[in-house]
């Protein structure tokens, strides 16, 4: 088992940055690959990035591509979004999402979620 806590949410103005960050307590960190998914209200939720175990393989969306980066630190048990250059449609709430099978981009192949954090972006 994993607990993920994720922070850093907020409002923010369009082409403005925030950073994210997702705590994990629990069975080693190391052990799984992490992922950033969001939701939008009346939408699914849709994949943001992903990132190996070993913090080697990354994976993007589309549309956050180049303007978003994920990160890890296995020693403090934290993975990180850095967002930058943000845009309204970025607006959702934000999970953390922990799995123990090899990094994926689909949602269904994680076992642990966070609560989720708000970002608002306004044009």
């Known amino acids: 088992q994993v607990q993920l806590v994720e922070s850093g949410g907020g409002l923010v103005q369009a082409g403005g940055s925030l950073s994210l960050s997702c705590a994990a307590s629990?069975?080693?960190?190391?052990?799984?690959?992490m992922g950033w998914f969001r939701q939008a209200p009346g939408k699914e939720r849709e994949f943001v990035a992903a990132i190996s175990r070993d913090g080697v393989s990354r994976y993007y969306a589309g549309s956050v591509k180049g303007r978003f980066t994920i990160s890890r630190d296995n020693a403090k048990n934290t993975n990180y979004l850095q967002m930058k250059s943000l845009k309204p449609e970025d607006t959702a709430v934000y999970y953390c999402a922990a799995t123990t099978k090899a990094v994926s981009t689909t949602p269904h192949t994680y076992d642990f979620w966070g609560q989720g954090t708000q970002v608002t972006v306004s044009s």
């Open positions: 629990g069975r080693t960190f190391s052990s799984y690959a």
